[in-house]
């Protein structure tokens, strides 16, 4: 079946919105008309590629919302990996957030652009701005690579990853000079000439690596998930979890079957590590008619799976089991959300409760990763 790589950018803004997000939205319509050109040349992507321009989006992504609930069972069967791009061509610094099964292909991708300074990535430009933030602390080694973000709320990816369980990245470029503009007056042309992007050189640069992510996503063989990868954060997240329940009450902690989500979710890692040599395998050789569509098919339903049909406790809108913006921290993610927040309350009971229901969710995702063949 044709999946989809869709991307999206916001162009509603609470006043002239220069930086946010009509430096993102620029960058996907420069993708928009280069993929066209390509287009007339004769390529042809193997997935189609959809372009949405998202209206209403700061009064509470209205628009990417509605849009993603009318299209619901379409947007199940079809939905790849949803790429967005708000403010984005504010400095040299690339960042991204994505569902970790993109952290490999999120490396890569800014491995393969040449940022702002000779002979280096925007992968080495995000990793030095990222030491800088995060200095070694507690004689901690420095950071090896540059942290991929989890999502939260607080620009269009929301509806596709914590309401249908979408793949999705969130990227763009930053930098120092937006200090207290953010949302005012003065995000307005002549601030962003003057004082951004003079040259308009990190407008192209968003372009090129919007342009690389969408490319590759499109064109790729297999979907460039790595469930190895995103179990393993998962088992972080748990780890993460269980220390600060144990700190909480170490007696009330063992009513939550911390061991059960960590086999759960190690159990996924090794399905991913396994669909990745099947990948391999199937590259290699002349794979069976349907082979590497079957493979993409569940590694894009693995992540379906990971949906929580009831929802969160509260708020079933979200109901992805391992992302959510907090209850309590606006844009803010907490992952594993279930668990995590019943424990910051206090409320163990509820947090035994949510662990079987991402075990659960876990344990789907891994049956359907592993159903070679289906
Ligand atoms: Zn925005």
Known sequence: MASWIIIGSHRDAWTFGASDSVSGHVSMMSVARGLSEMMKSGWQPRRSV??????GEEPGLLGSTEWVEDRESELKAKAAVYVNRDA???GPFFSGSAVHSLTPF???LAQSVDADQPSKTLYDRWLERARDQNPPKDGQPMLKVPPVGALGSGSDYTAFV???GVTALDMGLTGPGDNGTYHSTYDNPAWFKKYIDPQFKFSVLAAQVTGVAVLRLADAQVLPFDDEVY?????????????DATAKSS????RVDFAGLKAAAEAFARAGARARKEADALLAGQPPKGAVAGLNHRLMMAERDLIE???LPDRPWFRHTIYAPGLYTGYGVKTIPGVREAIDAGNFTRAAEQAKIVIRALERATRTLSAQGS
């Open 251 to 254: 007696v009330e902690s063992k």
């Open 231 to 243: 179990g393993k954060q998962i088992l972080e997240y748990v780890n993460e979890i269980e220390k």
């Open 88 to 90: 984005g061509a504010g």
């Open 50 to 55: 959809l372009f949405v321009s998202w209206d």
């Open 162 to 164: 914590d309401h249908l």
């Open 106 to 108: 999120v490396h890569e």
């Open 309 to 311: 049909p009831a929802g």
